[in-house]
């Protein structure tokens, strides 16, 4: 799995910033913890859940590759509440 493999920014720990290198670009995970200034915190339960469905953030940028919402779009039923409440 790429995320596991790529650049560390150590200080940031698990909140984000692991390089994950593609061949047009590099992208950076970003931070899912729920902190409320840096994390996904501030976004309800609906922003969450259109993020993984569709790939769009709250404020409606578009969230890039390597999120692969196409295919979670299909499993979304299923992992909706554990998503949404392990996220929290």
Same mark, same amino acid.
């Given at each position: !799995?790429?995320?596991?493999?790529?650049? $560390?920014?150590?200080?940031?720990?698990?909140?984000?910033?692991?390089?994950?290198?593609?061949?047009?670009?590099?992208?950076?995970?970003?931070?899912? #913890?729920?902190?409320?200034? #840096?994390?996904?915190?501030?976004w309800t339960d609906a922003e969450l859940?259109?993020?993984?469905?569709?790939?769009?953030?709250?404020?409606?940028?578009?969230?890039?590759?390597? !999120?692969p919402f196409e295919?979670?779009?299909?499993?979304?039923?299923?992992?909706? $509440?554990? #998503? #949404?409440?392990?996220?929290?």
């Amino acid at each position: !799995m790429e995320a596991l493999n790529g650049e $560390r920014k150590p200080a940031l720990g698990l909140a984000g910033g692991i390089a994950l290198p593609e061949p047009a670009y590099r992208a950076f995970a970003s931070n899912i #913890t729920p902190d409320p200034e #840096t994390g996904i915190g501030k976004w309800t339960d609906a922003e969450l859940a259109r993020a993984i469905r569709e790939g769009i953030r709250p404020d409606g940028s578009v969230i890039g590759p390597p !999120m692969p919402f196409e295919s979670y779009r299909a499993a979304w039923v299923a992992i909706r $509440r554990e #998503t #949404t409440a392990a996220s929290r």
